[in-house]
């Protein structure tokens, strides 16, 4: 089997999740502060060692639903009197749910927010002994040229200047670290679009921004400097270098989990066409519909890995 550069992955050879910091090694313990969670209070491995996919997503509520969702798909039994519940609760920050071999994990909005849950979830991988797991960002974005409605898969996530890095400070230094998504998890994922699902689902780069308003050129924000034809003319370029969509995580998720070798994939639906406006005016059902999309295509694949298991 031949491979492109690029998907050849950094894992240990067993297919655990590599850890690039020899300090957590030498700690008595390692609180997972954010997730309510630790090394020592917890038997990580006894409950979560059987994880083969992560499944984050905005809002606790999007991601209490997929996990239902998913429990509905795969047939996953609950052992009996139990339902299921916020593992991390008691965190006050995230909610994780856990249907058998899916973890289900709500991640804030924004850079920040899903980096510092992913430090703590690729930890998790490591202390729990999770073998190749696979993540995936279930989201929502602005789609440039896509109306609302539209499921979008990741080919790569570049920053407001069209870079493909994820650039962050560091002791007063700035690191660089690649956006790298796993090209042939976005293959796999286009393959299992349905023709007759009532929209498209495309393939194309990620533009994440660090603010919702004046960082995607929005004129409706509390503040703004430049005129409709500014932003129009920026979201023409960016078009015209292949740029499909916006939002505000893909840098963050695409870097940190590459780092850690661990395969990823983003898919979002399209809320509105940004070449179009800016306001979200679908009706509340109508997006609660639309955001269901994503999670299908997950769903399939998912279901796709356990039935050829
Ligand atoms: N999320 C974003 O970041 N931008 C949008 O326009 C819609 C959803």
């Not at 998907?7 to 957590?24: K, S």
């Not at 689902?201 to 509390?222: I, N, S």
């Not at 870097?255 to 850690?260: F, V």
């Amino acid at each position: 089997m031949s491979f492109d550069k690029d998907e050849l992955r950094d894992e240990y050879p067993d297919g655990t999740v590599r850890l690039r910091n020899p300090n957590i090694e030498l700690m008595d313990q390692d609180i997972l502060y954010h997730l309510a969670l630790g090394s020592g209070s917890h038997d990580l491995v006894e409950m979560f060692g059987d994880v083969k996919f992560v499944c984050l997503g905005g809002t606790p509520k999007r991601m209490e639903q997929f996990a239902y969702t998913i429990m509905a798909e795969i047939g996953h039994k609950l052992p009996c009197g139990t339902t299921l519940h916020d593992i991390s609760q008691f965190s006050y920050r995230y909610s994780m749910y856990k249907v058998g071999p899916v973890l289900c994990i709500s991640h804030g909005m924004g850079i920040p927010s899903v980096g510092i849950l992913l430090h703590e979830v690729i930890k998790l991988m490591y202390h729990a002994k999770v073998r190749d797991p696979v993540f995936f960002r279930i989201g929502t974005c602005g789609g440039i040229g896509f109306e609302g409605g539209n499921v979008i898969i990741s080919e790569e996530a570049v920053d407001g200047n069209l870079r493909n890095i994820y650039e962050l400070t560091v002791l007063g230094k700035n690191i660089q670290r690649p956006a790298k998504l796993d090209k042939r998890l976005v293959r796999e994922l286009k393959a299992l679009a349905d023709p007759e699902d009532p929209y498209d689902t495309v393939t194309g780069k990620t533009m994440c921004t660090y603010d919702f308003y004046e960082g995607q050129g929005r004129l409706d924000g509390a503040f703004c400097d430049f005129t409709e034809a500014d932003k129009m003319e920026y979201l023409e370029s960016i078009h015209k270098a292949g740029v499909v969509n916006i939002e505000m995580e893909s840098l963050a998720f695409a870097a940190l989990t590459h780092h850690a070798g661990i395969k990823a994939a983003v898919v979002c639906v399209t809320l509105l066409d940004r070449l179009k406006g800016d306001q979200m005016l679908a009706p509340k059902e109508v997006s609660d519909e639309w955001q269901q999309r994503p999670t299908k295509l997950v769903c399939r694949y998912i279901k796709r890995y356990l039935q050829m298991k």
